[in-house]
């Protein structure tokens, strides 16, 4: 969570963005099409999924923390492990993405070596950082809510951006209709802890 602030910095240094103006973006899915406010209804307990590669990685229990403290406020509990009312699987990435000088988005794969355009050159390669949290029903396996939140910045540390990720994809639990939504943050100079500011409905 301490390196939250530094980003501050370094976004303010390539003049990108002051940390008051910082937005992610997230999609939503809920099963079978369900209204949206009863797609979590039910008991606020949930049982954390991990990969093999979550199990080996030092850094994941970071995400979980951070995860846990999160739904806490919104009254979930998790039962370390025993059954409960809800599995959720964590997958988060992080992946070097850009926008050419043409303004077309280009993904790491396809970018010839110059496609980072001038702003990679006096600020360094963009990144895509993305959080994705499922819902499963404990008993049936049945998903009940999939919510995906995505933050671009010039950072190649996974876990950088977790703390704001993570607070985008909770910032509703769980977000109204339609699927997708702006969130705008801001991060407290003191603690780099992030914010909500205001969120708002994006029509596709």
Same mark, same amino acid.
């Given at each position: 969570?301490?390196?939250?602030?530094?980003?501050?910095?370094?976004?303010? +240094?390539?003049?990108?963005?002051?940390c008051?103006?910082?937005? @992610?973006?997230?999609?939503?899915?809920s099963?079978s099409?369900?209204?949206?406010?009863?797609?979590?209804?039910?008991?606020?307990?949930?049982?954390?999924?991990?990969?093999?590669?979550?199990?080996?990685s030092?850094?994941?229990?970071? +995400?979980?923390?951070?995860?846990?403290?999160?739904?806490? *406020?919104?009254?979930?509990?998790?039962?370390?492990? *025993?059954?409960?009312?809800?599995?959720?699987?964590?997958?988060?990435?992080?992946?070097?993405?850009?926008?050419?000088?043409?303004?077309?988005?280009?993904?790491?794969?396809?970018?010839?070596?110059?496609?980072?355009?001038?702003?990679?050159?006096?600020?360094?390669?963009?990144?895509?950082?993305?959080?994705?949290?499922?819902?499963?029903?404990?008993?049936?396996?049945? #998903?009940?809510?999939?919510?995906? @939140?995505?933050?671009?910045?010039?950072?190649?540390?996974?876990?950088?951006a977790?703390?704001?990720?993570? *607070?985008?994809?909770? +910032?509703?639990?769980?977000?109204d209709?339609?699927?997708?939504?702006?969130?705008?943050?801001?991060?407290?100079?003191?603690?780099?802890?992030p914010?909500? #500011?205001?969120? *708002?409905?994006?029509?596709?």
């Amino acid at each position: 969570m301490a390196k939250i602030a530094p980003l501050c910095a370094a976004l303010a +240094a390539a003049s990108l963005t002051a940390c008051a103006g910082l937005s @992610a973006d997230v999609h939503t899915v809920s099963a079978s099409g369900a209204d949206r406010n009863v797609t979590l209804q039910g008991e606020q307990t949930y049982s954390l999924a991990r990969t093999q590669s979550q199990d080996d990685s030092a850094g994941h229990p970071q +995400a979980e923390k951070l995860l846990r403290d999160e739904l806490a *406020k919104h009254g979930f509990v998790d039962t370390a492990g *025993k059954p409960a009312h809800y599995l959720l699987s964590i997958a988060y990435s992080t992946r070097p993405a850009s926008i050419g000088i043409g303004g077309k988005d280009c993904v790491a794969a396809d970018c010839g070596a110059g496609s980072d355009g001038l702003g990679a050159l006096l600020f360094g390669r963009e990144y895509q950082h993305a959080l994705t949290l499922r819902f499963f029903d404990y008993a049936s396996g049945t #998903e009940r809510y999939k919510v995906s @939140a995505v933050f671009m910045d010039r950072d190649a540390d996974p876990l950088h951006a977790l703390p704001l990720l993570v *607070k985008t994809a909770l +910032a509703k639990l769980p977000f109204d209709a339609p699927d997708d939504w702006r969130v705008k943050l801001s991060i407290d100079k003191t603690s780099g802890v992030p914010n909500v #500011e205001a969120m *708002k409905p994006l029509h596709r």
